[in-house]
């Protein structure tokens, strides 16, 4: 049984080393479409929390799907939260809305969110940002 708990251990530092460096986090996009889609988050993790906002908050941040450094899912708390997203190989942010989870231990930004940070083209090459957060107030 302890064998086995530090084997666990051991994975969740070695994931925390690829999704985590020098406290960034792994940043990918997702053509979620908000406007495409009228803005409507059905499908979405937190629709069942959200929904019922008004188009206007709803279209008021760019779209973004959380999970915190260990991969675990994040709970309904952080539904319709902001973040401030930056890119620190260009100074580049962006606030986006917290609207859906992810799995890879980072962070999904929408399309347009993601472009407005990646200045330089970098992540569209390497398919990923670097990047860091901060939560900040809606």
């Not at 996009?29 to 629709?47: Q, T």
């Not at 472009?115 to 390497?126: E, F, S």
């Amino acid at each position: 049984m302890a064998s086995k708990i530090v084997r666990w251990i051991a994975l969740c530092f070695f994931l925390a080393s690829i999704l985590c460096v020098n406290g960034e986090t792994f940043t990918t996009s997702n053509p979620y479409d908000s406007a495409g889609r009228n803005y409507n988050i059905d499908g979405l993790f937190c629709a069942t929390f959200d929904s019922k906002q008004p188009l206007e908050w709803r279209k008021e941040y760019l779209w973004a799907a959380y999970c915190d450094q260990a991969g675990k899912p994040m709970g309904s708390s952080l539904c319709g939260t902001c973040i401030q997203v930056k890119n620190d190989l260009t100074g580049e942010n962006v606030t986006v809305r917290i609207l859906d989870q992810c799995q890879n231990g980072g962070l999904v930004l929408e399309t347009d969110a993601f472009n407005a940070i990646d200045g330089d083209g970098q992540g569209k090459n390497n398919g990923y940002l670097l990047t860091t957060y901060k939560f900040v107030d809606c």
